[in-house]
């Protein structure tokens, strides 16, 4: 006889226990961790209801919301045309933004939904992606994401770029 009991940044909360198929005693709390960092600690407590030291503390990190929608725009480089009217002859722009988390994957999508590009937002929250394959001539409606490092996904924002066969076709 001992019980199980899980802490959550020192104070005790509800759980439920199971053993695994190696013996091992898995505590999950009964409700849902808020966002942000936690230490996780357990102890034993016996049948006369004393209880054990608290094991060595484990810190996680609980992250559930996405990033919000990345802007993009045509990179100064790729913007063959008129500045900022989003049509370029260059078939594989490069698309820049900022304003994001480090660390966070940027996805490109074509119209279809297949990854055309991803990049990682650096340290001063800026990225750039460049398509791996040349994009047909004409309106391209291409969606951008950022996935965090826990697997949260922003929702698309869109971004229409017009590709052209030559800058003289404006």
């Known amino acids: 006889g001992t019980t199980p009991v899980l802490y959550v940044d020192g104070v005790a909360v509800p759980a439920t226990a199971t053993t695994d198929s190696n013996g091992n005693t898995i505590l999950t709390p009964t409700a849902p961790l808020t966002d942000g960092a936690h230490s996780i600690t357990t102890a034993l407590i016996d049948t006369a209801g004393n209880t054990s030291t608290q094991s060595t503390a484990l810190s996680v990190t609980i992250d559930t919301q996405a990033p919000a929608a990345p802007g993009g725009v045509l990179a100064l480089a790729s913007d063959t045309g008129t500045v900022g009217d989003s049509t370029t002859s260059d078939a594989t722009p490069t698309i820049t933004g900022t304003g994001g ?46 996935t965090d490092p826990a697997g949260n996904t922003s929702p698309a924002s869109t971004l229409p770029i017009t590709i052209v066969n030559s800058p003289t076709t404006f």
């Open 101 to 146: 988390t480090p660390g966070d994957t940027i996805t490109l999508k074509d119209a279809t939904g297949a990854v055309i590009a991803t990049g990682v937002v650096s340290g001063d929250g800026s990225w750039s992606v460049t398509p791996t394959a040349s994009l047909a001539n004409g309106l391209q409606n291409l969606s951008i994401t950022a």
